[in-house]
Nanobody, 124 residues
């Protein structure tokens, strides 16, 4: 079992930045790939970003590429999502996810473990 706890969400204006954090516990952090997914009411969960246990390879959704950066600190058991140039359409609950796979799964938003989520609201 892997426990994931997100933090860092909030209310910001369009164009602002936020950094989300997710602390993991329960298993060897370095053996897991970590991801961020997001969800808005009435919509399916959407893949945002992924960082692999293998060489820290990263993958991004086209909608966030160039604006968001995912990173990890294995010594702190933490994964981050730096979000810049935020847009109102980025408003969602953001979830941290974990899995032992080396590349993003198919479908993209399906992982073994999820946190409870943190709300990000971007006003126009």
């Amino acid at each position: 079992q892997v426990q994931l706890v997100e933090s860092g969400g909030g209310l910001v204006q369009a164009g602002d930045s936020l950094r989300l954090s997710c602390v993991a516990s329960g298993q060897t952090f370095s053996k897991y790939s970590l991801a961020w997914v997001r969800q808005t009411p009435g919509k399916e969960r959407e893949f945002v970003a992924f960082i692999s246990w293998h060489r820290d390879a990263t993958y991004y959704a086209n909608s966030v590429k160039g604006r968001f950066t995912v990173s990890r600190d294995n010594a702190r058991n933490t994964v981050y999502l730096q979000m810049n140039s935020l847009k109102p359409e980025d408003t969602a609950v953001y979830y941290c996810a974990a899995d032992t796979i080396a590349q993003p799964p198919d479908p993209l938003a399906e992982f073994d473990y999820y946190g409870q989520g943190t709300q990000v609201t971007v006003s126009s």
